[in-house]
């Protein structure tokens, strides 16, 4: 709606600006009030557009600008500045024929929806989007019974028995994933990096251990979903080790779904069958460092 003495103040919110108009016909009597002496927000900026001729006055502003504020509710982030009128005295000093405004304003976006079209380009990030990206994304690892149904009990094995792992991401809030496992080392401490250690998965995806001629470790295919991976690998111990104790530390990562496999974002098995590694998803080339034990750098 144009500003007009029933409406002297509009304000149109865009993507990252406000734009507010106001007439020159402030309080409505017929008497326009002088461009100069209206200001916007606390750090009293000026009109962008006006001249004396115009009966309507411009101001252009980023939303973080002219001392504006930013609230955050529930449901959205509240923008807030004020319209500032503040008359000059002229001619005699002793008396007034206006008196100073402020009119509060407001823009409201929607913390839960990113609307847009075609037209529309914006030039901030969406809020919802800044907020996934700096969150933590939830992974989990877990042993599983023999028919997948559920989280394993007991966290012991007797050799020969087959080890059920299921890698997961929520991925609630975020665009669609798939998961990888890049890596899983077998130690006998808690640190990673102790000695000695066995990579059963390993090069961006390859689980190396079903290469071994007593082994049949491999991915499960399909997956259940993009954001879950399985994989069976048969129970082992380190040589010599009185403990029996044997403690897997594996790194999780994710892709976004559309983003077809490749070397570094790959789940291969080895099938012994036709000597040959295969992916759970992929053209089967993407394996193919698999054999060369170089997949190049995990991003």
Not at 178 to 198: H, I, K, N
Request: glycine residues 6%; aromatic residues 8%; negative net charge.
């Amino acid at each position: 709606q144009a500003a007009a003495p029933l409406h002297p103040v509009t304000v149109q919110c865009q993507e990252a600006r406000v734009v507010v108009t106001v007439h020159r016909d402030l309080f409505g009597t017929g008497r326009l009030v002088r461009a100069t002496d209206l200001t916007l927000g606390s750090a009293g900026c000026l009109p962008a557009v006006w001249s004396a001729a115009e009966t309507t006055v411009t101001f252009i502003a980023g939303l973080h600008e002219c001392g504006s504020t930013l609230t955050v509710t529930p449901d959205a982030l509240v923008y807030s500045t004020s319209l500032n009128y503040k008359p000059v005295l002229t001619g005699n000093p002793v008396i007034v024929r206006t008196s100073p405004a402020v009119v509060p304003l407001e823009c409201h976006y929607p913390r839960r929806d990113n609307v847009s079209s075609n037209g529309v380009k914006p030039t901030w990030v969406p809020f919802r989007s800044t907020i996934s990206s700096e969150e933590k994304l939830p992974f989990s690892l877990r042993l599983m019974n023999d028919d997948w149904s559920a989280e394993r009990v007991s966290p012991i094995f007797q050799l020969g028995e087959t080890l059920h792992f299921q890698a997961g991401v929520n991925t609630e809030n975020h665009a669609p994933l798939r998961l990888f496992v890049d890596t899983c080392v077998a130690t006998r401490t808690p640190e990673r990096s102790s000695s000695p250690q066995y990579a059963f998965i390993d090069f961006s995806g390859c689980l190396m251990d079903g290469q071994l001629d007593d082994a049949t470790s491999t991915f499960i295919s399909p997956r259940p979903r993009p954001d879950v991976l399985q994989f069976a690998v048969d129970a082992f111990q380190f040589a010599g080790d009185s403990s029996n104790l044997i403690y897997i530390t594996c790194h999780l990562k994710v892709s976004l779904a559309d983003q077809a496999p490749d070397p570094l974002n790959k789940a291969c098995s080895f099938n012994k069958t036709n000597n040959l590694w295969a992916p759970v998803e992929g053209t089967w080339d993407i394996c193919s460092c698999c054999e060369m034990r170089s997949c190049g750098l995990a991003r």
